[in-house]
């Protein structure tokens, strides 16, 4: 079966710093149309910190969406034209003044595929020394380091509600704890 | 330290059926101002369903925000005050046709909250019996079931990139397969 929907008409509804928006209009598979309500981000990287006895890297920092602190892995938005790992690397060193000497790419996956582009690329970073902190002017966070296996429990009891951060730290928890 | 970004101005920009955008300008934690792009979504569940023989219920699905098929744990947008497991049982059998005898809260989490403040809700479904399939108007699904084992490897291939699938599928794969 074909399932793909065919582009009809595309109307621009915002441009902004961090996101575009569009409303599509399509052709679904049995001939009629719909529209799709569309999210354009750059994309983004987030980091899995663990240092030589399993402690993870998180930063605590407010998030005006949900109107709440999170506590989250080390992330960041793509710069136009920017490679990746270099992204992963720069922010790493950003918000957590960490640099790694060991980079190793866990996965890519799509946030929300069902209303935005946003794709995640998530790393794992070991070998961790000290860099320079160097937040975004409008960002303001807080660092902790905490074991593994707390920061595991903390996604079963609502204490770390981020998407990337759960899949990071599921993936973190089952290669480097368990094995 | 104190993280709270106060809205000191909000402005609509588009209200569509599955997301509403709006731009506030906020008094940063040094007195600055800034401005945060905001999508609202009315949330979503989104369902682990094994069998009892540890095969996992997926559908593929186009999603135009990506360009793509996708394959993902069956999900759905919750509706006006509908109670959330209410939402999954009528998502579950919706998408798949099947029912299940026992439900079980994996745990709720936001998907992009940098700009978005959809939180989804995640389910463990057991004990599957037949229902009745009735997708959307607009939904053209297929569904598929593989072993949980198998799942668990496609997200380290690029074969499942769907971020609700991921969390579902490593939570699953720990907890039954692993145990």
Redesign the interface.
């Known amino acids: 079966?074909n399932?793909?929907?065919k582009t009809l008409k595309s109307q621009d509804?915002?441009s902004?710093?961090?996101?575009k928006?569009k409303?599509?209009t399509?052709s679904?598979?049995?001939g009629?149309e719909?529209?799709?309500?569309?999210?354009?981000?750059a994309g983004?990287v987030a980091i899995v910190a663990v240092d030589d006895v399993n402690n993870i890297y998180l930063v605590?920092?407010?998030?005006?969406?949900?109107e709440n602190?999170?506590l989250?892995i080390p992330?960041g938005?793509m710069e136009p034209d920017e490679e990746i790992i270099v992204c992963a690397q720069r922010e790493l060193e950003e918000e957590t003044g960490l640099r790694a000497g060991s980079w190793e790419k866990?996965?890519?996956?799509?946030?929300?595929?069902?209303?935005?582009?946003?794709?995640?690329h998530l790393f794992l970073a070991r070998n961790l020394t000290t860099g320079e902190k160097n937040p975004d002017a409008?960002e303001?966070l807080?660092n902790i380091s905490i074991p593994l296996e707390e920061a595991y429990r903390m996604?079963?009891t609502?204490q770390i509600?981020?998407?990337?951060s759960?899949?990071g730290i599921?993936?973190a928890f089952?290669h480097l704890v368990?094995g």
Chains 1, 2 share one sequence.
Do not use: W
């Open positions: 079966m399932f793909e929907e509804i915002f902004g710093r961090i996101i928006v409303v599509d399509v679904l598979p049995d009629r719909s529209t799709r309500e569309i999210v354009e981000h983004a605590r920092q407010y998030r005006k969406p949900v602190v999170l989250e992330a938005t866990i996965l890519s996956y799509y946030s929300a595929p069902g209303f935005c582009d946003e794709k995640l409008d303001f807080e996604i079963f609502g509600v981020d998407g990337k759960i899949i599921q993936y089952n368990r």
